[in-house]
């Protein structure tokens, strides 16, 4: 993981959006963006609970979803 990612995605609890999917935009805007880059590890469900807030529910499902999109993988 790049050093800092999880200090630049901001969750906003009174957004419309669901958690998850406000994680998985910033994860899908980090790609696009290059600061995420093949072979760099995202942060676990602990770091994502911790962090941001979230519920390790809410991060699974997030990571489920870019898993089957085939944005990510898990080693």
């Known amino acids: 993981m790049r050093t800092g990612f999880l200090d630049s995605i901001t969750i906003n609890v009174y957004s419309a959006t669901?958690?998850?999917?406000?994680?998985s935009n910033s994860i899908v805007r980090?790609?696009?963006?290059?600061r995420?880059?093949?072979?760099d590890?995202?942060?676990?469900?602990?770091e994502c609970y911790e962090k941001l807030?979230?519920?390790?529910?809410?991060a699974e499902?997030?990571?489920k979803?870019?898993?089957?999109?085939?944005l990510i993988k898990s080693v």
Do not use: F, H, T
């Open 36 to 39: 995420l880059k093949v072979g």
């Open 41 to 46: 590890r995202l942060p676990s469900l602990n």
């Open 65 to 70: 979803k870019l898993k089957q999109s085939g």
């Open 18 to 23: 669901p958690k998850y999917q406000q994680l």
């Open 53 to 58: 807030g979230l519920s390790k529910d809410s």
């Open 61 to 63: 499902k997030c990571y």
């Open 30 to 34: 980090a790609i696009e963006d290059g």
